[in-house]
T-cell receptor
Framework: ETGVTQSPTHLIKTRGQQVTLRCSSQ?????VSWYQQALGQGPQFIFQ???????GRGNFPPRFSGLQFPNYSSELNVNALELDDSALYLC?????????????FGPGTRLTVT | AQSVAQPEDQVNVAEGNPLTVKCTYS??????LFWYVQYPNRGLQFLLK??????LVKGSYGFEAEFNKSQTSFHLKKPSALVSDSALYFC??????????????FGAGTRLAVHP
């Protein structure tokens, strides 16, 4: 098991609502990335935070936003939820000091939008 | 477009036999390559990585992977499969020119089923 934790484990929301997912990074890791894993697919990169700033973003609309806090924990916020937002949301932490930059993933938050 | 292909949705192997899970990539430059494993209702666990050097890299749980630059492949292997290896396996690449951030591009995954 990695030291990355995510909350909540499961979440059910209604279309149009807003949701906040939380992630605590592994000790010593200052970079947090978020991924969306739809059913039967590989994870898709949403964005990355380093030193409390978003420093990279995938092909996701602005209603997907995030924060990183001084303790390197992070939040993913999704506004105006759509049915297609139903997925497993994975948080991963890493450190620039890791050669190759492998990322360590949390267990994920399963979001269901009805 | 940068992409990772895992051509097999599922690989079936008998316990004790060698296994191979295939991965090819289409990324410019010299990317970093990774394998992750996902068990049901769990996040992804890091298995191994290739950065540079020896084309055969060894990882966790007896897994290894062979990098082939000319074929742009990074196949996952294990000499003797265990039933407990049954899981979903993902190949991922980190482009060398990623704009300064650590983005992983994943394949769609291959389900490995090891039968007793």
């Amino acid at each position: 098991e990695t030291g990355v934790t995510q909350s909540p484990t499961h979440l059910i929301k209604t279309r149009g609502q807003q949701v906040t997912l939380r992630c605590s990074s592994q000790s010593g890791h200052n970079t947090v990335s978020w991924y969306q894993q739809a059913l039967g697919q590989g994870p898709q990169f949403i964005f990355q935070y380093y030193r409390e700033e978003e420093n990279g973003r995938g092909n996701f609309p602005p209603r997907f936003s995030g924060l990183q806090f001084p303790n390197y924990s992070s939040e993913l916020n999704v506004n105006a939820l759509e049915l297609d937002d139903s997925a497993l949301y994975l948080c991963a932490s890493s450190s620039p000091g890791l050669a190759g930059g492998e990322q360590y993933f949390g267990p994920g938050t399963r979001l269901t939008v009805t | 477009a940068q992409s990772v292909a895992q051509p097999e949705d599922q690989v079936n192997v008998a316990e004790g036999n060698p296994l191979t899970v295939k991965c090819t990539y289409s990324v410019s430059g010299n990317p970093y390559l990774f394998w992750y494993v996902q068990y049901p209702n769990r996040g992804l666990q890091f298995l191994l990585k290739y950065i540079t050097g020896d084309n055969l890299v060894k990882g966790s749980y007896g897994f290894e992977a062979e990098f082939n630059k000319s074929q742009t492949s990074f196949h996952l292997k294990k000499p003797s499969a265990l039933v407990s290896d049954s899981a979903l396996y993902f190949c991922a690449v980190r482009p060398s020119f990623s704009g300064g951030y650590n983005k992983l591009i994943f394949g769609a995954g291959t389900r490995l089923a090891v039968h007793p």
